[in-house]
T-cell receptor, first 115, second 112 residues
Framework: AQSVTQLDSQVPVFEEAPVELRCNYSSSVSVYLFWYVQYPNQGLQLLLKYLSGSTLVKGINGFEAEFNKSQTSFHLRKPSVHISDTAEYFCAVTSPQGGSEKLVFGKGTKLTVNP | EPEVTQTPSHQVTQMGQEVILRCVPISNHLYFYWYRQILGQKVEFLVSFYNNEISEKSEIFDDQFSVERPDGSNFTLKIRSTKLEDSAMYFC??????????FGEGSRLTVL
């Protein structure tokens, strides 16, 4: 079975500061990895995804994430955040060969960007 | 851009009542899902549906829940006898295959 750990439940940062949201996963097979963002009172929007190929993936709104197989991590980064990045961020995993199509989500990290 | 649409956006119901949440997945997608998010908690998988049958379901998806694709476009989640703990945001999602899921805006269910 797969699982996702997001160690930081809340991350407060100042505007224009860099941010890293951590995600570690557990899986016995190869994985697809995703970051979703949820703005207040809205649904889940895909930020970026890793399916294969380059381990550094770029997403929308200036975010990027790096897949590190040896450390089983997929941390999300942005070099300079804006107030509008305030949202909850969810890391998720699925496997192309695990016999299941479902996404398994982490508990989420609430990013608060302060002026 | 095609999107997943859900109705209603918010439903308030009395405990013990039946509720049907509706979803229109993206038209060329083959896999359909329901997830739920209790306030302040993580997004939890309920059920996946492929080729007109349930392909996987979680422990949460007990006998009070059912899903249906009645007309080839809608995908519904029925809760037969709602309980207080069913209060949550319910998200529908669809995908072409294993991997990237596209989520709707959610249906907030409040059970009184």
């Amino acid at each position: 079975a797969q699982s996702v750990t997001q160690l930081d439940s809340q991350v407060p940062v100042f505007e224009e500061a860099p941010v890293e949201l951590r995600c570690n996963y557990s899986s016995s097979v190869s994985v697809y990895l995703f970051w979703y963002v949820q703005y207040p009172n809205q649904g889940l929007q895909l930020l970026l995804k890793y399916l294969s190929g380059s381990t550094l993936v770029k997403g929308i709104n200036g975010f990027e994430a790096e897949f590190n197989k040896s450390q089983t991590s997929f941390h999300l980064r942005k070099p300079s955040v804006h107030i509008s990045d305030t949202a909850e961020y969810f890391c998720a995993v699925t496997s192309p060969q695990g016999g299941s199509e479902k996404l398994v989500f982490g508990k989420g990290t609430k990013l608060t960007v302060n002026p | 851009e095609p999107e997943v649409t859900q109705t209603p956006s918010h439903q308030v119901t009395q405990m013990g009542q039946e509720v049907i949440l509706r979803c229109v997945p993206i038209s060329n997608h083959l896999y359909f899902y329901w997830y739920r998010q209790i306030l302040g908690q993580k997004v939890e998988f309920l059920v996946s549906f492929y080729n007109n049958e349930i392909s996987e379901k979680s422990e949460i998806f007990d006998d009070q829940f059912s899903v249906e694709r009645p007309d080839g476009s809608n995908f519904t989640l029925k809760i037969r006898s709602t309980k207080l703990e069913d209060s949550a945001m319910y998200f529908c999602a669809s995908s072409k295959g294993p991997g990237e899921l596209f989520f709707g805006e959610g249906s907030r269910l409040t059970v009184l």
